[in-house]
Nanobody, 119 residues
Framework: VQLVESGGGLVQPGGSLRLSCAASGFTFSNYDMSWYRQAPGKERELVAT????????NYADSMKGRFTISRDNAKNTVYLQMNSLKPEDTAVYYC?????????????WGQGTQVTVSS
């Protein structure tokens, strides 16, 4: 199982980035996908989630209207479009795959990609 994030980097405040997370080794279309982030000295926090078929999305309040999560099940990839970036968006961004089958939860994490918002 692999989740490989890409697309991070240095961007100026107000700029945009598009993160990608390529999945392999499991049936991607059966899993809800999420993006999390962790800033230095802070706990990891949920950014956004998209259901397995892409029919529903949820966002943390501070990201609503600026970030968009999407997925392409044919490409086994989930995306996070980030607009109007702020310095406080600086963090390592991780993707996560989750599937719950009765009482069993299957969860996989990527290794993260660094996003730095600075002038």
């Amino acid at each position: 199982v692999q989740l490989v994030e890409s697309g991070g980097g240095l961007v100026q405040p107000g700029g945009s980035l598009r993160l990608s997370c390529a999945a392999s080794g499991f049936t991607f279309s059966n899993y809800d996908m999420s993006w999390y982030r962790q800033a230095p000295g802070k706990e990891r926090e949920l950014v956004a989630t998209i259901t397995s078929a892409g029919g529903s999305t949820n966002y943390a309040d501070s990201m609503k209207g600026r970030f968009t999560i999407s997925r392409d099940n044919a490409k086994n990839t989930v995306y996070l479009q980030m607009n109007s970036l702020k310095p406080e968006d600086t963090a390592v961004y991780y993707c996560r795959a989750v599937r719950r089958v009765t009482i069993v939860t299957y969860s996989y994490w990527g290794q993260g990609t660094q996003v730095t918002v600075s002038s």
